[in-house]
C-alpha cells in the first residue's frame, strides 16, 4: 500500500498562493488515481481535486474550479495542488489521498491518507 506524506501548507494572505506537496512511496505510485481532500474542525472532510493515474485528466470541486490546479509526476512520486487566489473560506486542513478513480469524490472511495498539511488564509 502507498503511504503518503503532505508538505507546503502555511499561512498566507488573501488572494495569495500556496503550492502544496505529496510525496508517496512504493512502486504501486502510478496505479493509483490520486486525490486532495480538506477538512475544518466539526466538519466532513470534503473533496477538492483529483488527477487521473496518467495525470491527464482532472476533477474539481465547484468550489476551487478555476483556482486550484492539481498535477502529478510518477516519475517522482509526487503529487501537487496549486493553490491560486486563495480565500478564507479555504483555511483548513489538506489532505493527500490514493484511490482507483479520480472522479470519486467520497472519502470512503480513497484507501490510503496522508497526515494532513494545514492551511491558513488571513483575510
Known amino acids: 500500500q502507498v503511504q503518503l506524506v503532505e508538505s507546503g501548507g502555511g499561512l498566507v494572505q488573501a488572494g495569495g498562493s500556496l503550492r502544496l506537496s505529496c510525496a508517496a512511496s512504493?512502486?504501486?505510485?502510478?496505479?493509483?488515481?490520486m486525490g486532495w481532500f480538506r477538512q475544518v474542525p466539526g466538519k466532513e472532510r470534503e473533496f477538492v481535486a483529483a488527477?487521473?493515474?496518467?495525470?491527464?485528466?482532472?476533477y474539481y470541486a465547484d468550489s476551487v474550479k478555476g483556482r486550484f490546479t492539481i498535477s502529478r509526476d510518477n516519475a517522482k512520486n509526487m503529487v501537487y495542488l496549486q493553490m491560486n487566489s486563495l480565500k478564507p473560506e479555504d483555511t483548513a486542513g489538506y489532505y493527500c489521498?490514493?484511490?482507483?478513480?479520480?472522479?470519486?469524490?467520497?472519502?470512503?472511495?480513497?484507501?490510503?491518507w496522508g497526515q494532513g498539511t494545514q492551511v491558513t488564509v488571513s483575510s
Open positions: 489521498a490514493a484511490g482507483l478513480s479520480f472522479l470519486a469524490i467520497m472519502r470512503n472511495e480513497y484507501a490510503a
Open positions: 488527477v487521473s493515474r496518467s495525470g491527464s485528466s482532472t
Open positions: 512504493g512502486r504501486s505510485f502510478s496505479s493509483y488515481a
